[in-house]
């Protein structure tokens, strides 16, 4: 019962922190892609992409507490070492988002076509609303796949256990 509290009170402060956090770690992971400008549509957008990344990084502890309780794990090191695996893929995943980004914005036809007063071409940024760079998607899709690998190896190494 205790750790059931605790694992809440902790995903309560990664939501709050997720929320509050959201939009300079946006900023920060866009400066790599100074070719790109970014761009809201929606009020909504503002509102609820902070609330999507915040329920994202807090699920972290409610899934490491799914394989401690399924496969019984007691020792700390192993619990942090679950725990480590899920903040590890969610970076990777932010950083493969990052640099899938950079390559899109490399391609020339993504450029902004702006036709100016005189009738002239001008390619201008790319533009992409904040909803459409997908982070919070990528690193959910990663903790769900880190959750996958991480119940299959210890259902194995489980299963070798019993047999011996």
Not at 64 to 70: A, G, N, R, V
Not at 130 to 159: Q, S, V
């Given at each position: 019962?205790?750790?059931?509290?605790?694992?809440?009170?902790?995903?309560?402060i990664?939501?709050?922190?997720?929320?509050?956090?959201?939009?300079?770690?946006?900023?920060?992971?866009?400066?790599?892609?100074?070719?790109?400008?970014?761009?809201?549509?929606?009020?909504?957008?503002?509102?609820?992409?902070?609330?999507?990344?915040?329920?994202?990084?807090?699920?972290?502890?409610?899934?490491?507490?799914?394989?401690?309780?399924?496969?019984?794990?007691?020792?700390?090191?192993?619990?942090?070492?679950?725990?480590?695996?899920?903040?590890?893929?969610?970076?990777?995943?932010?950083?493969?988002?990052?640099?899938?980004?950079?390559?899109?914005?490399?391609?020339?036809?993504?450029?902004?076509?702006?036709?100016?007063?005189?009738?002239?071409?001008?390619?201008?940024?790319?533009?992409?609303?904040?909803?459409?760079?997908?982070?919070?998607?990528?690193?959910?899709i990663?903790?769900?796949?880190?959750?996958?690998?991480?119940y299959?190896?210890?259902?194995?190494?489980?299963?070798?256990?019993?047999?011996?």
């Amino acid at each position: 019962m205790k750790t059931k509290i605790l694992i809440g009170i902790i995903s309560l402060i990664l939501f709050f922190v997720g929320f509050y956090f959201y939009q300079n770690l946006q900023y920060y992971l866009l400066s790599f892609i100074p070719e790109v400008e970014i761009q809201y549509r929606k009020l909504s957008t503002q509102i609820f992409q902070p609330i999507y990344f915040g329920l994202t990084i807090s699920i972290i502890p409610f899934l490491s507490y799914i394989l401690w309780h399924k496969f019984k794990i007691e020792k700390s090191k192993n619990r942090f070492y679950i725990i480590l695996a899920f903040i590890i893929s969610s970076i990777i995943a932010l950083i493969l988002r990052t640099r899938l980004l950079i390559f899109i914005t490399q391609i020339p036809f993504t450029k902004t076509v702006i036709l100016e007063s005189d009738n002239k071409i001008k390619y201008g940024k790319p533009f992409y609303e904040i909803e459409n760079l997908h982070y919070i998607l990528y690193i959910f899709i990663a903790e769900i796949i880190t959750f996958i690998i991480l119940y299959l190896i210890l259902n194995l190494k489980k299963r070798k256990i019993e047999k011996s």
